[in-house]
C-alpha cells in the first residue's frame, strides 16, 4: 500500500505566527490554493482510502482531492493538532509577556513541559499512535491519503521510522506531500514534500 501524508494548507494564523492547536480555523486564498495543488500533483492507481483530522483546515485541504477521485472522505479527531490550551491564539512574543515563567519552561522543555490547559505532549503522541493504528489495520485499499497537521505528521514520521530525528527538524511543507510504501508494517520512505 502506498500513504501519502501532507499538512493542510495555510491558514489565518500560521500567516500571523500564532500558536492554534485546537482552535478550528479555516484555511486563506493560499490554503484553498495549495489543496488545489495537492489535489493536482497527487497521481493515485488502484482504490484509495481517504482521512484527514476532524478540524476543518484539515477537511479544506483533502476535499479538492477526494472529490477529484470521486471518494468520501473520512475526519478522524485522533489526528487533530495538539491543543495548546491558553496559549491558542497567541504569537511567541504574546505568550511570552503573559507567561513568561511557562514560556521559558517550554523552550526548555518543549516535549515534556505541558503549558497551562493545555494537552500534554504524551497524551498528544497517544493520541496520535492510536488513530493511526486504528485506520492502518482497517485499511485493505491500495492507497490511503491522510491530511493532518505538522505536529500530528511529525509523531507519525518518527513512530513509522522508528526515528530519534529531532521533532521540531521534520519538515512537512504546506501543499506538498510525503510518499511511503507500506508492506506488512515495513515502511519505507519514497519522496518527500513533493
Known sequence: MKIYLARHGETPLNQQRKFYGSLDVALTAKGIAQAQQLADHIVLTGTTTFWCSGQRRARQTLEPLATRYQQPLHQQAAFNEKGFGAWEGLDADEIQAAYPQAWQAWLAAPLSYTPPAAESFAAFRQRVLTGWQQIITNTTTTNLVL????????????????SDRVFWNIRFNAGKYTVLDWQVGQVKLLARNL
Open 147 to 162: 491530511i493532518a497537521h505538522l505536529g500530528t505528521l511529525r509523531v507519525l514520521d518518527q513512530y513509522l521510522f522508528a
